[in-house]
């Protein structure tokens, strides 16, 4: 999700931050162009099913874009010609973004970590250390879903740290990399996005804050924001899905396909994947003592470096009360909240990445695996291992730059936003938030541009239907939700998002096997958490309940939709 801030900062955060100027325009275009603002991104994520290759599908949904853009007052040649230069333009601009290059900056220094921690025999002793330990595929899965869960608070994080270290576990168990992929997806944005302390936080309250302003009220946005995470169905019930689908051995769609085909012995499937640092010359030296600490040292230092960087981060960013708060009661949950929220995640976690590539080399050289100069070397090495994924995550921010100029999610609320009966404003908004989270691949976007309208809208049909005080906080709730989680939902099923990327990544699976796996397991349980979610709460039924429910339909939907991968599934 983390690149959904550095997508947010690039496509949307303008139309917030930088004055009325961008908006205006937005509004413009979106009037002027219509549903051809919607070109973009169905070009880039159709092409990129059509022709699984995501850089080229990316290149030209930019530049249909910028086609678009420039197609006023030139012909066809000078409009192509000039969206050319335009593309480079916004490329360029991408990486010179201080949150953008920060989150480059991280992605390369991790790939060096994680390439260091491979060379010096690292990952592998973890992986034998594990391996007798994970008896079984079922174990090798859930041992993945927790290790997500506890790296709960960034889901960049979760994606780089996660897959490399259960990849030869996985591997081992022939479990498909396309299911290691759906694991690290699933419990990264799902999990960042309710953390009551997570790089998600400030952000998340920050809208609920602002969308309170405009209807003239003031609340605690944090309590606000923790009475919502019984109504974040979808979060919910994918983390259930997770374990249903691991303990009972049952799949379906393309992932069984894809899960036959690992226990096999084609676990790669049949697409190269992402930047898998084992077959990019860091195999573990040969004759060196394999020690788990060679991962486990550098990898804790990445953990607590990260904590720390937020902590320490955010605290200098801290102004007047919230300050002299934090400096009274420094470990105090509310400092935490605080410091957290306010930290800029890209510099945090690339301080906690150079922190710990420099704590792998010195271990390396005082271990007498390398020198420095082979170090360094190494380091390289694993930075080069993410040029593919820069490439993209540079073609994607620009995607989000010409979306965000075009006015598609602007067109989209204006066209979407009609009435809507109060039973069903809940699950409009959520499928909504949905869609402008896969057309634009960022969740920050669409929480940015709907929280805004979400929460008038609701209070507005709240009152109109006479609720009382009571029911409508209830209501607001629900709505609100439906934002936060239906931008989750989107970005998890869109082959633009950048968590979707770094999943990929992370696993060392083929992009497009990844998000072709993944999307109709996140489709189902999109369809529970309509139906046994926000239409039943907003049909009276009591929020446990729903969950209680929900839960059950996701148990009912991998046992009788779901086969066995096996007969004597493990």
Not at 126 to 132: E, F, P, R, T
Not at 524 to 550: E, M, Q
Request: aromatic share 10%; glycine share 10%; hydrophobic share 55%.
């Amino acid at each position: 999700m983390r690149i959904l801030n550095l997508l947010f900062v690039v496509a949307f955060l303008p139309l917030f931050a930088f004055g009325a100027d961008v908006n205006e325009l937005a509004a413009k275009n979106a009037q002027f162009f219509g549903i051809l603002t919607l070109v973009p991104p169905v070009i880039a994520i159709a092409l990129a099913f059509i022709t699984k290759d995501v850089i080229m599908s990316l290149f030209i949904g930019v530049l249909s874009g910028t086609f678009l853009l420039n197609l006023q007052g030139n012909d066809f040649l000078g409009s192509l010609v000039v969206g050319f230069k335009n593309l480079v333009e916004r490329a360029v601009s991408s990486m010179a973004d201080s949150w953008n290059a920060g989150i480059i900056l991280q992605v390369l220094c991790i790939g060096g970590v994680i390439g260091l921690i491979t060379k010096m025999g690292g990952t592998k002793a973890v992986a034998i250390w594990l391996s007798k330990r994970a008896k079984t595929g079922v174990s090798a899965q859930i041992s993945t879903w927790i290790m997500g869960i506890f790296v709960f608070f960034d889901d960049y994080a979760n994606a780089l740290i996660v897959g490399p270290i259960m990849r030869p576990i996985t591997d081992k168990f022939k479990v498909s990399r396309e299911k290691l992929a759906f694991i690290i997806d699933a419990t990264a944005a799902p999990i960042a996005g309710i953390a009551i302390i997570s790089t998600w936080i400030g952000f998340e309250i920050s809208r609920i804050q602002d969308g309170y302003g405009i209807i003239g009220i003031n609340v605690n946005s944090y309590e606000i924001f923790i009475e919502t995470i019984p109504y974040r169905f979808y979060n919910i019930f994918m983390l259930f899905f997770v374990v249903c689908t691991a303990l009972m051995g049952r799949e379906f769609g393309p992932m069984l396909a894809a899960e036959r085909r690992a226990r096999g012995g084609e676990v790669h499937g049949f697409g190269s994947g992402i930047n898998d640092v084992d077959e990019n010359g860091l195999a573990p030296k040969e004759g060196i003592e394999l020690k788990s600490s060679n991962a486990i040292v550098p990898l804790l230092v990445l953990i607590f470096g990260s904590f720390a960087s937020f902590y320490f981060g955010g605290l200098s960013s801290l102004e007047g009360d919230a300050l002299a708060s934090a400096l009274a009661n420094p470990w105090a949950f509310s400092t935490f909240r605080d410091t957290f929220g306010a930290a800029d995640a890209s510099v945090a976690l690339f301080q906690a990445a150079l922190l710990a590539s420099i704590v792998a080399i010195a271990m390396g050289v005082s271990r007498k695996i390398f020198t420095i100069k082979e170090g360094v070397e190494t380091w390289v090495k694993g930075l080069k291992t993410m040029v593919i994924t820069i490439a993209i995550l540079i073609l994607a921010w620009s995607l989000s730059s010409v979306i965000k100029e075009l006015g598609t999610s602007k067109y989209l609320v204006e066209l979407l936003s009609t009435q809507t009966p109060r039973v069903l404003l809940p699950t409009f908004i959520f499928i909504l938030s949905s869609f402008v989270s896969f057309s634009t691949g960022t969740s920050y976007g669409t929480m940015g541009i709907l929280m805004p309208l979400a929460i008038p809208l609701a209070a507005e049909i709240g009152k109109l239907v006479g609720l009382d005080a009571g029911e409508l906080h209830t209501y607001m709730l629900m709505n609100i939700s439906a934002v936060l989680t239906g931008a989750i939902f989107g970005d998890h099923c869109s082959p633009i998002s950048d968590t979707t990327i770094l999943s990929s990544m992370g696993a060392g699976c083929n992009h497009i096997d990844h998000v072709s796996t993944q999307i109709i397991y996140a489709l189902s349980v999109c369809a529970i958490s309509i139906v046994f979610g926000y239409l039943s709460v907003a049909l009276g039924v009591g929020v446990w309940t729903s969950l209680l429910f929900g839960c059950v339909a996701v148990w009912l939907l991998v046992r009788f939709v779901g086969q066995r991968v096996e007969k004597s599934a493990v």
